[in-house]
């Protein structure tokens, strides 16, 4: 476990606090990637300076968040990290590799199918009329952590199969001349069925979030339609509120 740590012993910040925030971001940026095994309590207390127990309760902090687990025989490895994406009308994929956490797309479908009435209602064209549907696996260091359906209207012609495996969609769209202005987003949370556990390598009736955006270009209107499923394990959304006075 090549990670530098700093600990500021004249900091208020509780030590035991420190550490686990720098494990955390280690985990985050890939500098720990899963599976890797951390050097037990003892060493990594003598290496540190710290007394064993402070190491304990970093450790702990982060075996509660799911970042890590202990297992007998083997010891504390890490898991996955916490994917956190800001509320804003970005790309997965950009979002994701900015976040050092390795992103790739499997793409599992693009197809032509008469619109259901939540896409037609979304993309603003009559119920039946043919749009196109991409529907792709989002992954993380190997490990799948979205299910992603998009649809565009029939004007539109979808990007090729290989550029969506090597890129976000988004960028895709600004780069065949769409200007991407703003979006209407609702998120919410479900239970996965068990085509959508296997697909997220989650157990039937896991807790998914969900998101549905409709995206508009700058004249006002709907380009794209998504409808998102994440695994909430691995998965949240922040959120930035400003206080009115």
């Known amino acids: 476990m090549d990670v530098k740590f700093s600990i500021d012993r004249t900091s208020p910040v509780p030590l035991y606090f420190q550490l686990s925030q720098q494990l955390e971001a280690a985990i985050e940026h890939g500098e720990l ?24 309760q970093a450790i702990q902090a982060l075996v509660d968040k799911g970042l890590l687990v202990r297992r007998r025989g083997v010891g504390t490895q890490v898991v996955h990290s916490q994917v956190r994406r ?18 790739a797309t499997r793409v599992l479908d693009i197809t032509a199918v008469p619109a259901p009435a939540e896409v037609a209602g979304a993309l603003g064209v009559a119920e039946g009329t043919e749009v196109h549907r991409i529907e792709r ?11 992603l359906r998009n649809y565009l209207p029939a004007g539109r012609r979808p990007p090729a ?21 703003s979006a ?16 997220l390598d989650e157990s039937p009736g896991a807790p998914l979030l969900s998101m549905h955006r409709t995206a508009f270009d700058d004249s006002g209107r709907p380009v794209e339609y998504g409808t998102h499923l994440y695994r909430a394990s691995r998965y949240t959304f922040e959120l930035q509120l400003l206080i009115r006075s």
Not at 48 to 55: A, D, E, I, W
Not at 86 to 103: F, I, K, T, V
Request: aromatic share 4%; no cysteine; proline share 7%.
């Open 137 to 147: 696996l989002r992954l993380t260091h190997g490990a799948p952590l979205a299910y």
């Open 33 to 56: 990637l899963p599976g890797t095994l951390l050097v037990n309590e003892i060493d990594l207390a003598g290496r540190l300076g710290l007394s064993r127990p402070t190491v304990r």
């Open 86 to 103: 800001p509320l804003e009308l970005s790309s997965l994929y950009d979002d994701l590799a900015a976040a050092g956490q390795r992103p």
């Open 161 to 181: 199969r290989a550029d969506l495996e090597a890129t976000g969609l988004y960028r895709l769209m600004r780069a065949a001349g769409t200007t991407l202005h």
């Open 184 to 199: 209407r987003q609702s998120i919410g949370a479900r239970a996965a069925t068990p085509g959508e556990a296997e697909l």
